[in-house]
């Protein structure tokens, strides 16, 4: 794909809640191929804005385009259609699937053939879930869920469950994912690990990244740009060097 097509442009997004702007007037451009962390104290937007990329929210004003493709007013499955993945802040994986099934169902969109035309068993229907499942082992292994494919998605380690929710949205085979704090509740070698695959999924899949993360380590050893959110303003942008030092974000933290 052109790699111009996965810009996503955010312009003056405002979101106003009864009384309150949630988001005021934000923007910020996402590079194709890079991670862009969304950081800030809590209250200051970030699910809010999440939830916009994502169509779960339609911003009050503004404009969000991906490739080029207007996205406020879209379906949260229309934007998911063109290739915007997300990733929720909870777990939210059938807990009895395999991890095999689990990942499968992120191949959904992408079947032509219908789950009817698998369950009569037709050889064209047979041979394309052949080639889903392919897939499915090959990400399995980008991530390192390999050997996990025949056990239940609910009996893995939290941070292998957290993976299993990665590898889904990779199936999805995404031009763009979103992450809300995919290291929250992490072990600090869980950390490590799912910070190591992010980065794959950046530098050898070429998918760019929206991240949101309180993990200060993982976003300033993982983002090629940030910005910075507090009461629903953008008051900071740059790379990971100049946002840290910034009096606006030292601020902004403190005052928190
Ligand atoms: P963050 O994720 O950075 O902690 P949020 O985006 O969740 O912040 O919230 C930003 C502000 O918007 C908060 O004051 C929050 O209470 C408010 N807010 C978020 N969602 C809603 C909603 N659906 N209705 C009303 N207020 C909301
Ligand atoms: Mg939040």
Known sequence: ADSADATLQVTDVTVRFAGLTALDQVSFTVEPGSVHAVIGPNGAGKSTCFNVLSGVYRATSGSVR??????????????AALGVARIFQNLALPPRATVA????????????????????????????????LERVREIADFVGLADDLDRP??????GK????????ALC??????????????MTADERRDTAAV???VRDSLGI???????????????????????FGKRIAGGTPAEVQDDPAVVQAYLGA
């Open 66 to 79: 991906f490739g080029g493709t207007e996205l406020t007013g879209l379906a949260p499955h229309r934007i």
């Open 153 to 158: 998605a609910g009996e893995l380690p939290y």
């Open 172 to 185: 999805m085979e995404p031009k763009l994912l979103l992450l809300d704090e995919p290291v929250a509740g």
């Open 161 to 168: 469950q957290k993976l299993v929710e990665l590898a889904r």
């Open 208 to 230: 760019s990244i929206v991240l949101v993360e309180h993990d200060m380590g993982v976003v300033m050893r993982l983002a090629d740009a940030v910005t910075v959110l507090d």
């Open 101 to 132: 099934d689990s990942l499968m169902l992120g191949r959904h969109r992408l079947t032509r053939a219908g789950f009817l035309a698998t369950g009569l068993r037709l050889p064209s229907a047979s041979r394309e879930a052949h080639r889903h």
């Open 198 to 200: 992010v980065a794959g």
